[in-house]
């Protein structure tokens, strides 16, 4: 991203463009120069360092003075430290103790809430200082500085600061970074590590590249987390995690070890680094060849990056224009940032710029001017809670009006729907805008129809606009809308008046008759209907229950399709009466016949007058139906009946009715005669079940050779075929004689054989019935005193049992005192149950006497 540098007007906000004018690809960050109070300490004076903290800024300049700046870059607090550059400025998590360390060896660390603390000089510079993150606390009274040796201060129980060297003899401390218990530094040889809690150096990160001058090429260190160190020296990264030794491994060695889980080259010389997520914020100082091969300092770049195992990806990179890039150098940048809202500020001599994270709006911001409206819609519906620059419905109109410009109406019609929701006021002026560029069709469809509506004006101008040059779609929009948008009458009044120059347009005719409808004019929307024979004419009977005025449009109705109209009839008898549609239909008896037809199907003695005049209908115009009426219809006339098919020379119907009139022979004959077939003659026989009737038919039959084979086939099982065969003469050739003798010893074989059979299984039956009776009658009978006669129904056994008595028990379990019972029948001595008799001598028959 290339950022215009506005020189003339430093206070005007930082501004972003990308590299490339043409790309799709969208930034990650944006960018705004830190103005206010800081562009007037740096038109006097330059940044040399700057520490960021959630609630607060700390400025250092080349004049050493400290500068306490608000989010904004407004100048809360001034702090006149030195006259000379300071070096490094560092704060407790608290944000209430700073350390100052300067040029001229000053270090300073105390409360910016008293100035109580630490004032030291020193024959040396100072070039880093860091507190204890915790330095607010008591027990935390530490800090470290560092110039040719780093030294840890401690404040004892006396009130005094205790001097302890951690490390020596390997040129000048460029930086130091303390997270927690581990305190890492860089110098000349590498980067160190060490663990404040058990007082050990962990491990030597060395540097890769010692060409490179220390001064020039500083080391940058930054904390991810409290375990995770990231290293960047010249063009080398390293991400180092500490880690905890195995108990078991330790011996002599530190409790802690590093691990070095990513390590890769970068194009560019590293001036910050800063954790995003998993990602890596970098400054990049670059250097560039001119055409003549002359060097020359371009801008930096801030790139975020993907570190991977041996590499890194490239996620984006932004070229910046800082105030006086051209003369500065890598040692000039300064990367830090705010982990409480990802803030990144660039740091140069003349110039802070500051870094964010682009938000929804930022978003919107971008696909807005790529002209993807839908997109950016879609983004601010999602997240309309966390957007705060932008309207939804703002947005939405902006994506209709680009969606105007370029021509396509129907999908900018469309976003309406969604766009303007319940806003009436919206809705009428994009209305009126799509009639002003001819586009009503476009947005008819889409119009609110349900509890919200437009005035009636609105629906009806549109009306008016299809009515004009779309009759299909202005019979749509009828049939869509409800009734209650517009005004019913004027609508109608307007069809009307289309109509007289085009009376017999159907679409206009069919959409009349449905704002008839709608308005409750039955009549004169079942007029239209039935004059166009539409298909809707019987739902419109159904529904609105208009049979009496069908009446006398019957016929109209059995012409438009003689099947509804028939089973509307025939559902609705109780408000169209049978007689009623025989009348209307008397002078057409062809559609009379589909009626009365349907009527018999349904119901045979429901029509049962006309059923007479149905015998003429049947044998007009549907011959195939006389038989089975006449087998059906008990109300007909048979004299009538046999008339007209003689009339007409329907033989099976007149052999039906000849039999039905008892008439067999004469029907007989006329199938021997006029059909000569022997399968129905034989047919016939067998239905009629008459002895003499199969004796005309072998008489007819005994001179016709054909015939005799067909009756020696099937005659079998109705009549002797020795009757038949006595009387063929002798030499008559007979088709297939012998298949039809093997054919009746065949049947005469299987009858005996079903005799036999037949006869088993009743000796079977009969034995175990036989069985079953013997042992019913073998079993006892109980007789106590609860037991009682059957015809006096007084107990059987009398009081004292030394009385005579004499009791009959018969074998169906019925008990009768002796002199109950009725003298013995016929056969002397046999004597049968009074009850059982009643029904049928069975197995009371037999007889039990007791006798005391």
Known sequence: MEVEEKAEKPSEEFTSESEEEDSEEEPKLKYERLSNGVTEILQNDAASCMTVHDKFLALGTYCGKVFLLDIQGNVTQKFEISSVKINQISLDESGEHVGICSEDGKVQVFGLYTREGFHENFDCPIKVVALHPQFTRTNYKQFVTGGNKLLLYERNWLNRWKTTPLHEGEGSITNVQWRANLIAWSNTVGVKIYDISTKQRITNVVRDNISLRPDMYPCSLCWKDDATLIVGWGTSIKICVVKGRNPT????????????VFAFETEFFISGLAPLADQLVTLFFVR????????????????????????????????????????????????????????????????????????????????LEKKKYEEALMAAEISFKNIRRHDVQKIGMAYINHLVEKGDYDSAARKCQKVL????????NEVYRFKTIGQLKAISQYL?????RLRPA??????????????EGFATLIREWPGELYNNMAIVQAVTDHLKKDPTNSTLLTTLAELYTYDQRYDRALEIYLRLRHKDVYQLIHKHNLFSSIEDKIVLL?????????DMLLDNEDKISIDKVVEELADRPELLHVYLHKLFKRDHHKGQKYHERQISLYAEYDQKNLLPFLRDSTHCPLEKALEICQQRNF???????????????????????????????????????????????????IDKPPFITGLLNNIGTHVDPILLIHRIKEGMEIPNLRDSLVKILQDYNLQILLREGCKKILVADSLSLLQKMHRTQMRGVCVDEESICESCHATILPSEMAQTFSVVVFHCRHIFHRECLPSPGTIHGMQFCNICSAKKRGPGSGILEMKK
């Open 249 to 260: 491994e330790m011996r002599d060695l530190p409790s802690r070890y590093v691990e070095i």
């Open 288 to 367: 560039e060849s001119s055409d003549q091969d002359e060097e020359f300092r371009a801008r930096p770049r801030l790139d975020i990056i993907q570190p991977l195992p041996e590499t890194c990806e490239e996620i984006s990179s932004d070229a910046l224009t800082v105030r006086n890039f051209k003369n500065n150098e890598c040692r000039d940048y300064r990367l830090e940032h705010s982990e409480g809202e990802s803030l990144y500020y660039i740091i140069s001599p003349k110039d802070i710029v500051v870094a964010k994270e682009r938000d929804q709006d930022d978003h919107i911001d971008w696909l």
């Open 421 to 428: 929701g319940k806003n009436m006021d919206l809705w009428e």
């Open 448 to 452: 609110p129809r349900g509890d919200l």
């Open 458 to 471: 609105i629906y009806e101008m549109i009306l008016h606009e299809f009515l004009k040059t779309d009759y």
């Open 558 to 566: 059995m012409d438009f399709d003689k099947e509804k109209a028939v």
């Open 651 to 701: 033989v099976e119907e007149t052999v039906f009715l000849l039999s039905r009139m008892g008439n067999c022979r004469r029907a007989l004959q006329m199938i021997m005669e006029e059909l000569e077939d022997v399968d129905k003659a034989i047919e016939f026989a067998k239905e009629q079940d008459d002895a003499e009737l199969w004796k005309d038919l072998i008489t007819y039959s």
